[in-house]
T-cell receptor, first 113, second 113 residues
Framework: QQQVKQSPQSLIVQKGGISIINCAYE??????FPWYQQFPGKGPALLIA?????SEKKEGRFTISFNKSAKQFSLHIMDSQPGDSATYFC????????????FGEGTQLTVNP | GAGVSQSPSNKVTEKGKDVELRCDPI?????LYWYRQRLGQGLEFLIY????????KSGLPSDRFSAERTGESVSTLTIQRTQQEDSAVYLC???????????FGSGTRLTVV
């Protein structure tokens, strides 16, 4: 019930294209869904997050789409750039319980020039 | 401090030696987490401290691993009798009240030779 499944494991996109990474969760009590971005040699950094009271959140070129009934959420990177090449992790938690995040397995994104 | 600070940034040790890794969380963050990340892999949860509550040690892989935290400040992760399979990046993160977005340090890269 605590798992978060992430796909694909790796993704190659051309510059200017749309990158889409998907996550599915099992625990319906989860109420906070962040995405983290990790560059080589660095720790993951919070990129964008959503709570289930909205179906979409957009920040610049990054959008989270959330489907509560399907228990799925996805990250869309519009106009992908080579600088977006990194590993992306989705995560989920029941925020008010003081529990910890459950992370997906990660997606290695490569954006070719 | 402004961010989560980890030391050392790199550590090379001989098999069988003990190592201590240090994490300085963001001031005021009550929650502190340790994760392990093997090369090209995801985030493996190790241990979670939340205020004065008993730590969640459910991710520690063996009794060679232990961690301490004094109050809401510095934490040390100790690995005794290191093995080659312990080679990885050890990441520390902190957050406010155990909820919401984590701030990760840059990690300690441990190499056991």
């Amino acid at each position: 019930q605590q798992q978060v499944k992430q796909s694909p494991q790796s993704l190659i996109v051309q510059k200017g294209g749309i990158s889409i990474i998907n996550c599915a969760y099992e625990n319906t009590a989860f109420d906070y869904f962040p995405w983290y971005q990790q560059f080589p040699g660095k720790g993951p950094a919070l990129l964008i997050a959503i709570r289930p009271d909205v179906s979409e959140k957009k920040e610049g070129r990054f959008t989270i789409s959330f489907n509560k009934s399907a228990k799925q959420f996805s990250l869309h990177i519009m106009d992908s750039q080579p600088g977006d090449s990194a590993t992306y992790f989705c995560a989920a938690e029941k925020e008010t319980s003081g529990s910890r995040l459950t992370f997906g397995e990660g997606t290695q994104l490569t954006v070719n020039p | 401090g402004a961010g989560v600070s980890q030391s050392p940034s790199n550590k090379v040790t001989e098999k069988g030696k003990d190592v201590e890794l240090r994490c300085d969380p963001i001031s005021g963050h009550t929650a502190l987490y340790w994760y392990r990340q093997r090369l090209g892999q995801g985030l493996e949860f190790l241990i979670y401290f939340q205020g004065n509550s008993a730590p969640d040690k459910s991710g520690l892989p063996s009794d060679r691993f232990s961690a301490e935290r004094t109050g809401e400040s510095v934490s040390t992760l100790t690995i005794q009798r290191t093995q080659q399979e312990d080679s990885a990046v050890y990441l520390c993160a902190s957050s406010e009240r155990g909820t919401g977005g984590y701030t990760f340090g840059s990690g300690t890269r441990l190499t056991v030779v």
